[in-house]
């Protein structure tokens, strides 16, 4: 394991297996400009060999290397200066914002009910990392004056379909599951299907508008 320090901004380099690096950083600004980093560089035949770049909130795993050391000592000298890696395919997803929570948040935006789903749908998301389920997206987009917790008791069942947020990131469950999350509305749209390609409709740097259909 290797670590950076960067004024007060700490990286942390892990080996993991025999072919990938895990990248510990200290800002979700930091993860989005090393994946654009990355990307770069595989485009222009720099990094022979990796098979696959995995973000998550504060990690990168760097999957597929011939020679994980070599990267890891390149890695100490990069300086990335995009704040994020450049934006994939747009998706339009209908809600319907009829949510359990709804009341809830309109009430912790100060807003009538009918206003969540402006709101809500107003801004352009886009995923910034994947996880909790297969098709689950984490996006991005939310002004942080509507930022709200989770849940402080998470739901044994959350219905598939169902348009959430929790904290800074807006999400859609994609089979029922147990979550804490705040529930504004719901879609009929297919997030995960094993049979299609691609699998999952939700990808890290895919572009996301809501769109509202009323109640």
């Not at 990796?50 to 795993?61: N, R, S």
């Not at 709101?119 to 995923?127: D, F, G, L, N, T």
């Amino acid at each position: 394991m290797s670590r950076v320090d960067e004024g007060r901004a700490a990286v942390r380099i892990i080996p993991v297996g025999l072919r990938a690096l895990l990248v510990e950083l200290p800002e979700p600004a930091h993860t989005h400009a090393l994946v654009a980093e990355l990307d770069r560089r595989r485009e222009r035949g720099e990094l022979p060999g990796v098979e696959d770049v995995v973000p998550g909130e504060l990690t990168v795993l760097v999957d597929g290397l011939d020679d994980p050391a070599g990267l890891a000592a390149q890695l100490t000298a990069w300086r990335p200066t995009s704040v994020r890696p450049p934006d994939g395919p747009l998706v339009e997803v209908p809600v319907r914002y009829d949510g359990a929570d709804l009341a809830e948040v309109a009430r912790a935006w100060q807003v009538p009910e009918e206003e969540v789903g402006r709101i809500h749908s107003a801004p352009e998301y886009r995923v910034a990392f994947c996880g909790f389920a297969p098709g689950f997206g984490y996006l991005t987009g939310l002004p942080e004056r509507y930022h709200l917790p989770r849940r402080a008791v998470p739901r044994t069942r959350v219905p598939a379909g169902s348009v959430a947020l929790a904290g800074g990131y807006a999400g859609i469950y994609p089979r029922d599951s147990p979550g804490g999350w705040q529930l504004l509305g719901r879609t009929d749209l297919v997030l995960f299907d094993p049979d299609r390609d691609p699998v999952a409709l939700l990808t890290p740097g895919t572009r996301v508008r809501f769109r509202d259909v009323g109640r």
